[in-house]
C-alpha cells in the first residue's frame, strides 16, 4: 500500500506523496479529522515511504514507534520519548513517532513535547493525530503541517465497498451495500467493519433484506409511512404503525436515527419542528418519547409552553413560527456563564439563515466567554448535523467571530427532559426502567 493507492483522502495523500518526492518533509504533521477517516492508517504509510520501507499491516520496523496518547499521556512519558529520539535510527533515514490521540496529553507533558519540536533532532519526524483539534495548543500545531481528513460522502464509500467485496469475492447486493455505506457514516474503518460482518450472513448472495434484519433496520418504507401519519395527525395510525415497528424489533433509538435522516434528505417546512424533538430522544423512556414527539397535538403543544412559563401557542400564530418560539429560548438553565452572551439573538440570526440548523439548538447547552462560544449538544446526532462544514460555518457567522466549538456528547453534562419528567410528575412520578421495554 503506498500513499496514492489510498482512497478517499486526496487533500491528504497527494501533498504528502508530493513532498517525498521533492524530499521536503516537514519535522512534524498533525492530522486532524473524524474517527476512521484513516489518520492513523496514513500515517503508518507515510513513515514507511519517507524511510523506504515496504509497507505492510504486519510489519515491524524499529524506526516507526507508535504511541497512544491517552496510555502515554504523562510528562515522564514525552521525557522518555525526548530521550530515545535523540538516539539516531536503526535502518532507515528517519525516526518516526505516530502519536495518537495527541489531544490526551497533559499540560506538562505538552510543554516537553514543545522543546523537542523547537529544536528537532534532524532525524527525528513526529506524525501526531486527533479527533479534537481544539484540544491541542497552539504552541504545538503552530509548528506543525496540519492536514485534514474527512468523512466519505455516500457515492464515494458505495463505489470503494463495491471494490472492496469484488477485491474479497463477496457475494452481495449493490442495494445491500448502500445500506452499509450509510450506516457507516462516512468512516472507512466503520463501514469495512460492517461489511465484514455482513459477509458472514450467508453463503449465497446476501441481499438487502438480509441487511435489514440482521441490522435491525427499519425498512424506508415504513419510516415515510411514519411521517406521513404524522404530518396528517392521526394518532391512532401513528401509535399502530410506531407500535409494529418496536414489535418487530427495531430499537427506538434507531427508528430515531432513521427519521432524521429521512427528514434531511427530504426536507419538508412541516417535519421541522418534529426534527427539534427527535434530536432530544434519549433513554431512557425512549420508546415513550418519541411516541409524544410524534403524537404531539395542539393540547400536547399548549402544555409544553404552560410548563417552559412561555405565552400558549394559538392556532394562528403558530404557524407563523414554531421553531423560533422553542429554539430561541435562552432559560437560565443553558448558560453557564456570566459573561454577557445573547443566545435568543443568537439563535435568532441562525434561525434567519437555515430553519434546520436552528431547531438543533433547542437541544444543546452552551457556555460563552470573550471570544469562544461551546457548545454541548443532547445526542450524537445533533452533533453531526451541526458539524457539518455548512452548518458549523453558519453558527460560526451567526457568533460575530467567536470561535464555536461543537463537543461530543459525553461532554455534556446530564440534563432531564423537561416535558417527559413533568409530565410524568403529575402522572405520579417516573418508574425506574433501564431503557428498555415498549410503552403500549
Known amino acids: 500500500m503506498t500513499l496514492r493507492e489510498v482512497v478517499g483522502q486526496?487533500?491528504?495523500?497527494?501533498?504528502?506523496?508530493?513532498?517525498?518526492?521533492?524530499?521536503?518533509i516537514n519535522h512534524a504533521y498533525l492530522f486532524i479529522g473524524p474517527r476512521g477517516t484513516g489518520k492513523t492508517s496514513v500515517a503508518r504509510i507515510f513513515a514507511h515511504e519517507i524511510n523506504g520501507f515496504k509497507y505492510e499491516l504486519e510489519d515491524d520496523y524499529v524506526d516507526i514507534i507508535e504511541i497512544d496518547g491517552a496510555s502515554n499521556r504523562g510528562i515522564d512519558n514525552i521525557r522518555e520519548l525526548r530521550e530515545k529520539a535523540a538516539i539516531a535510527p536503526t535502518s532507515g533515514k528517519y525516526k518516526v513517532y505516530i502519536i495518537d490521540e495527541v489531544h490526551m496529553l497533559t499540560k506538562e507533558a505538552f510543554n516537553a513535547l514543545l522543546k523537542t519540536l523547537e529544536e528537532p533532532p534532524k532525524h527525528v519526524i513526529f506524525i501526531m493525530a486527533t479527533t479534537d483539534a481544539y484540544k491541542v495548543p497552539v504552541?504545538?500545531?503552530?509548528?506543525a503541517q496540519t492536514y485534514t481528513f474527512k468523512l466519505a460522502d455516500t457515492k464515494m464509500m458505495l463505489d470503494y465497498l463495491?471494490?472492496?467485496?469484488?477485491?474479497?469475492?463477496?457475494?452481495?447486493?449493490?442495494?445491500?451495500l448502500e445500506i452499509i455505506a450509510k450506516l457507516g457514516g462516512g468512516s472507512f474503518r466503520d463501514s469495512l467493519s460492517l461489511l465484514d460482518q455482513i459477509s458472514t450472513l450467508s453463503n449465497e448472495k446476501i441481499t438487502k433484506e438480509m441487511v435489514i434484519s440482521a441490522m435491525g433496520l427499519p425498512e424506508d418504507e415504513k419510516i415515510k409511512e411514519l411521517l406521513e401519519d404524522y404530518a396528517s395527525g392521526?394518532?391512532?395510525?401513528?401509535?399502530?404503525?410506531?407500535k409494529e415497528l418496536l414489535n418487530t424489533g427495531v430499537k427506538a433509538e434507531t427508528i430515531v436515527e432513521?427519521?432524521?435522516?429521512?427528514?434531511?434528505?427530504?426536507?419538508?417546512a412541516e417535519f421541522i419542528p418534529l426534527l427539534s424533538k427527535l434530536s432530544e430522544i434519549k433513554a431512557p423512556f425512549a420508546e415513550a418519547k418519541l411516541l409524544v414527539a410524534l403524537t404531539l397535538s395542539q393540547s400536547t403543544k399548549k402544555l409544553e409552553h404552560v410548563f417552559r412559563g412561555l405565552?400558549?401557542?394559538?392556532?394562528?400564530?403558530?404557524?407563523?413560527?414554531?421553531?423560533?418560539?422553542?429554539?430561541?429560548?435562552?432559560?437560565?438553565?443553558?448558560?453557564?456563564?456570566?459573561?454577557?452572551?445573547?443566545?435568543?439573538k443568537f439563535v435568532k440570526t441562525v434561525k434567519e439563515m437555515n430553519d434546520a440548523v436552528a431547531a438543533q439548538l433547542k437541544s444543546v447547552e452552551y457556555q460563552a466567554n470573550n471570544d469562544t462560544l461551546d457548545i454541548y449538544p443532547a445526542k450524537r446526532v445533533v452533533k453531526l448535523i451541526l458539524d457539518k462544514i455548512n452548518n458549523k460555518k453558519i453558527l460560526i457567522d451567526a457568533a460575530n467571530g467567536m470561535k464555536v466549538i461543537i463537543h461530543n456528547v459525553e461532554e455534556r453534562p446530564e440534563k432531564k427532559d423537561t416535558l417527559i419528567s413533568k409530565i410524568s410528575d403529575i402522572m405520579g412520578g417516573e418508574v425506574q426502567n433501564d431503557g428498555g421495554g415498549n410503552p403500549f
Not at 486526496?10 to 521536503?24: D, M, N
Not at 471494490?163 to 474479497?168: A, N
Open 10 to 24: 486526496p487533500q491528504v495523500t497527494e501533498p504528502l506523496a508530493k513532498s517525498i518526492e521533492q524530499e521536503k
Open 234 to 242: 392521526d394518532i391512532n395510525k401513528i401509535t399502530d404503525d410506531l
Open 139 to 143: 504552541t504545538i500545531t503552530s509548528r
Open 258 to 268: 432513521e427519521l432524521i435522516a429521512f427528514i434531511i434528505e427530504h426536507p419538508k
Open 162 to 176: 463495491k471494490s472492496v467485496s469484488k477485491k474479497e469475492k463477496f457475494k452481495i447486493e449493490d442495494a445491500a
Open 311 to 344: 405565552p400558549e401557542v394559538t392556532t394562528e400564530d403558530e404557524g407563523a413560527s414554531p421553531v423560533t418560539t422553542g429554539a430561541s429560548d435562552p432559560s437560565p438553565e443553558k448558560s453557564c456563564s456570566n459573561f454577557p452572551f445573547d443566545w435568543n
